[in-house]
Each structure stands twice: as structure tokens, then as C-alpha cells.
């Protein structure tokens, strides 16, 4: 079976500061990476995703991950993030056309923004 | 297009009584998904449904129990519950095929067990 794992339970940054949230997962095939957004109050919202092609993907406000399959990572990263980026960050997977469907998530990571 | 909808957005119910909650998928979509999200456990995946089959289901008790109707509509039942049932349970829905399997989510059923 898959697992998920986010390296930062909690990350504080100034406004302008770059991000980077660590993740890597466990599973021995081909894989179908995300990114996830819960900002609060709100429901989860795809931020990226990975299938297939180049590695790095860009998602929407900004945000893009960089698919290293010989690290097993997908690490999300932000130039310069601001206050609205406040949320919680969520990376999954799901292997690719291997007759599963079911998403694994990583426990998130919780991001503060200071004005 | 219509997002994910759930009913009731919120619940209150005492141990030992059962709970269904509902969730409609995005028009189109023919799988569904369920999830725990507890600030403990984080996101936990209970079962998915596709054309009114359980296709994969997670390592939950058989308190948990859900059905797909013919319009993809789905119902996810917990009986007997527990303190520890309190969660946010959250539905996804998408298309369903294995080559690209993006699930979009509805906003959640809070469930508080007193």
C-alpha cells in the first residue's frame, strides 16, 4: 500500500518570503501526484497534480511542484508567498492505472502567513 | 457546473444512535468517495463507489457502510457511534477512470457524537 509523508506539521513565514513543503511517498510504480488546498472555512480545492510528462507542474496563484521520481518527492513551492496563502497544505497519491482508487493523503501541513 | 454538494452541513448525535449523511457528485462524475478528517488522524479514506460498486474500501470498522444509487448519488451510514466518530466527513467526486483520477470535494458533514 502507498503512504504519504509531509515533513513540516507547521510552517510560519513573513509575507514575500519563498515556500517550500516537503513530501514523499512510499509506493514502488508509476504514481499520480497532488496538491491540495484547505483554506479555512473553506473545503478542500486542487492546487496541482502530476500524471504524467514534465515534472514540474504549475498550479494555480503562483504555486508549482517539482515531481523527482529517484527521490520519490513532489514538493510544492511558492516564490513569494502572501497572507491569503495562509491554509493548510495537503500532498496525495494514487497509483496510476493500476486498478486503485484510492487517494492517500499525507497528514498536511499548516502554513501561516505574517502580514 | 454545480460543485460537490453534502447534507447536512452539520449534526449532532449521541452515542450508541447512527448517523446517514449524503453527498451528490459533480454532473457526469460516477465515483464517490468518503473521507474521515480528524485533526489527529488527518485525511483517512473510508470507501469509494463507482456505477453503484464499492470498488476499494479502507481500513474502518463495519460501523462504516456507504451505497451509490443509480444517479450517482451517494449515502454513507455509521451505526453505533462512538466518541471517536467525531469528525469532518468529507465526500469527492470524479470521473472515475484509473489514467486520471482528480477528485473534487464538497465542503463536509461536521459530526459531532456527545
Known amino acids: 500500500a502507498q503512504s504519504v509523508s509531509q515533513h513540516n506539521h507547521h510552517v510560519i513565514l513573513s509575507e514575500a518570503a519563498s515556500l517550500e513543503l516537503g513530501c514523499n511517498y512510499s509506493y514502488g510504480g508509476t504514481v499520480n501526484l497532488f496538491w491540495y488546498v484547505q483554506y479555512p472555512g473553506q473545503h478542500l480545492q486542487l492546487l496541482l497534480k502530476y500524471f504524467s510528462g514534465d515534472p514540474l507542474v504549475k498550479g494555480i496563484k503562483g504555486f508549482e511542484a517539482e515531481f523527482i521520481k529517484s527521490k520519490f518527492s513532489f514538493n510544492l513551492r511558492k516564490p513569494s508567498v502572501q497572507w491569503s496563502d495562509t491554509a493548510e497544505y495537503f500532498c496525495a497519491v494514487i497509483p496510476a492505472g493500476a486498478g486503485s482508487y484510492q487517494l492517500t493523503f499525507g497528514k498536511g501541513t499548516k502554513l501561516s502567513v505574517i502580514p | ?114
Not at chain 2, 463507489?49 to 460501523?63: A, C, H, I, M, W
Request: aromatic letters at 12%; a positive charge; charged letters at 15%.
Open chain 2, 1 to 114: 457546473k454545480a460543485g460537490v454538494t453534502q447534507t447536512p452541513r452539520y449534526l449532532i448525535k449521541t452515542r450508541g444512535q447512527q448517523v446517514t449523511l449524503s453527498c451528490s457528485p459533480i454532473s457526469g462524475h460516477r465515483s464517490v468517495s468518503w473521507y474521515q478528517q480528524t485533526p489527529g488522524q488527518g485525511l483517512q479514506f473510508l470507501f469509494e463507489y463507482f456505477s453503484e460498486t464499492q470498488r476499494n474500501k479502507g481500513n474502518f470498522p463495519g460501523r462504516f457502510s456507504g451505497r451509490q444509487f443509480s444517479n450517482s448519488r451517494s449515502e454513507m451510514n455509521v451505526s453505533t457511534l462512538e466518541l471517536g466518530d467525531s469528525a469532518l466527513y468529507l465526500c469527492a467526486s470524479s470521473l472515475g477512470t484509473s489514467d486520471v483520477y482528480e477528485q473534487y470535494f464538497g465542503p463536509g458533514t461536521r459530526l459531532t457524537v456527545t
